[in-house]
């Protein structure tokens, strides 16, 4: 059983920053991915980013140049740190981390609102 407790969303203005944060604990040995999606009102589930065990990052193209993913492979952490936020990035941001041997696993959401 893989758990995952995520923090850091919040209310944010156009243009400000914020960081989301995931920790994953439980039976685990390699997390072979971790990232995030992110659902809009009325909208799918949407990949935002992702990272490999070994480094890999995978951005969706709205979120290039803006959003940086990162990982702590001692901790089981990922982290997603968002710059110059725009109102179009107002949803719930889901962690997703899929263990290298079994599964897939999601968090509960963060609510990120980008508003004036």
């Known amino acids: 059983q893989v758990h995952l407790v995520e923090s850091g969303g919040g209310l944010v203005q156009p243009g400000g920053s914020l960081r989301l944060s995931c920790a994953a604990s439980g039976s685990i040995d390699i997390i072979a991915v971790m990232g995030w999606y992110r659902q809009a009102p009325g909208k799918q589930r949407d990949l935002v980013a992702t990272?490999?065990?070994?480094?890999?990052?995978n951005y969706v193209d709205s979120v290039e140049g803006r959003f940086t993913i990162s990982r702590d492979n001692a901790k089981n952490t990922v982290l997603l740190q968002m710059t110059s936020l725009k109102p179009e990035d107002t949803a719930v941001y889901y962690c997703?981390?899929?263990?290298?041997?079994?599964?897939?696993?999601w968090g509960q959401g963060t609510q990120v609102t980008v508003s004036s």
């Open positions: 997703y981390v899929v263990p290298l041997r079994e599964g897939a696993y």
């Open positions: 990272i490999t065990v070994g480094g890999r990052t």
